[in-house]
Every structure is written in C-alpha cells, then in structure tokens.
C-alpha cells in the first residue's frame, strides 16, 4: 500500500490488511484514482491525519461483509462515499452540504484510502 506518513513524503510500506468492522465492507480495489486532493495532501495544503493510506477514488468489488451488514454479497460491484463520518447536525448537514460540515472526515485523509 502507499502511505503517506507525514508532509511531503510518500511511501510503499507493507502494513496490515484491515479487516471490515460492523456495519462496514472490505472493498477488494479494482482501480483507484489519483487526484487533486491527494496531492494537496502531499503538500500539506488540504488537512489530513498522517500516517494516512491516500486515496479516495475508489471502485472494486465487495471481498468481506462485516458484521450487521445486510442487503449486499460479496462480488458486488462498489465504489465509496468520500465522507467517511460527518456530525449530521450542524447547518451543512441539515441543509444536506455534508462536504461542508466541520466535522466531516474522509476516506484517503482521515482514514485509509484504496491505494
């Protein structure tokens, strides 16, 4: 996996792979894209919680059910929601601007991504 454990340097590390939590799905990554925010981390320029798997553009298919999950198989063709928590309560989220919430955290910046 690529892990960008601080500001401005990246790097290949072997780390452990997850495994899904309740109520979450392992993704096996079929293709993942690069962009923009992932290089404003690199430059520390949008904020993120290093170390840190970066990206957040991600396809593949359903490879693990955690527990709880119902109504998807493994197999299924997925991709994932940017936002991986967000408060639901400040006036962003009630207005349904989710990307604006203060609290919002993201796959590949706050919590491992697909690389």
Not at 14 to 29: T, Y
């Amino acid at each position: 996996m690529k892990v960008a454990p601080g500001v401005g340097h990246i790097e290949v590390r072997d780390i452990p792979e997850p495994e899904p939590g309740p109520g979450q799905v392992k993704i096996r990554v079929r293709a993942a894209g690069l962009c923009g925010t992932d290089l404003h981390i690199y430059k520390d320029e949008f904020r993120s919680w290093p170390p840190v798997v970066l990206g957040h553009e991600v396809a593949g298919e359903i490879a693990e059910l955690g527990e709880g999950v119902a109504g998807l198989a493994p197999g299924l063709r997925v991709t994932t929601e940017t936002y991986f928590s967000y408060c639901g309560e400040c006036r962003y989220c009630r207005a349904g601007q989710i990307n604006l919430c203060p609290e919002r955290r993201s796959i590949g910046s706050a919590v491992n991504g697909g690389f």
